[in-house]
């Protein structure tokens, strides 16, 4: 089944600990990308990248870092995170970004205390 | 720059009622792709439709339609006889040429179809 994973689905952490969220997609799409999801602000785009190794950051970028070794994978990193990191966070992949769309991963709701 | 707008933050319909959900866009571009996305309560999104610039033809599945006008840049979804399982937060999305990757989404609207 051609679907986006992402891991964890729920995550509680405190301020300052290290996480990563995995993301990988089995579609062979060159474009994956975070988003994040939060309360009358709809979705915004943290990072995208349109191959291995082409990271470029979108609207939030501040506080996360990416990185795409692989085609299939793109994990999403907060190094120090904050509680203005809570949010549902989803990844997403696409053949060739504009105009086809993207396909999302189920989500990851993240909470930071 | 890109914009996707959606006033509607929250819809209370009552099953059966036909109900339409509004999506106005801004953009430079004359090449664009426009999307709906479905978000039930378990979370995730689903896709439901996707519009080019050069094509403004409405477009019905079943239930659902579409209302496309370029005119009033504007994107809009009629759902015709609501049910329950309607129930959902519904994002528009737009996709310009020059953004490349880039998906902008509107603040989504809150549609609560009651029995």
């Known amino acids: 089944e051609a679907q986006v994973t992402q891991n964890p689905r729920y995550l509680i952490t405190v301020t300052g600990k290290k996480l990563t969220v995995t993301c990988s997609q089995n579609?062979?799409?060159?474009?994956m990308s975070w988003y994040r999801q939060d309360p009358g602000l709809g979705l915004r785009q943290i990072y995208y990248s349109m191959n291995v190794e082409v990271t470029d950051k979108g609207d939030v970028p501040e506080g996360y870092k990416v990185s795409r070794k692989e085609k299939r994978n793109f994990p999403l990193i907060l190094e120090s995170p904050s509680p203005n990191q809570t949010s549902l966070y989803f990844c997403a992949s696409s053949y060739g970004g504009y105009p086809y769309g993207y396909t999302f991963g189920s989500g990851t709701r993240l909470t930071v205390v | 720059a890109q914009k996707v707008t959606q006033a509607q933050t929250e819809i209370s319909v009552v099953e059966k009622e036909d109900v339409t959900l509004d999506c106005v866009y801004e953009t430079r571009d004359t090449t664009y792709y426009l999307f709906w996305y479905k978000q039930p309560p378990s979370g995730e999104l689903v896709f439901l439709i996707r519009?080019?610039?050069?094509?403004?033809q409405n477009e019905i599945s079943g239930r659902y339609s579409w209302n496309f006008q370029k005119s009033t840049s504007s994107f809009n979804f009629t759902i015709t006889a609501s049910q329950v399982v309607d129930s959902a937060v519904y994002f528009c999305?737009?996709?310009?040429?020059?953004?490349?990757?880039?998906?902008?989404f509107g603040e989504g609207t809150q549609l609560t179809v009651n029995p």
């Open positions: 579609m062979n799409h060159e474009y």
């Open positions: 519009r080019n610039s050069f094509d403004e």
């Open positions: 999305a737009l996709s310009e040429e020059t953004s490349g990757s880039r998906l902008t």
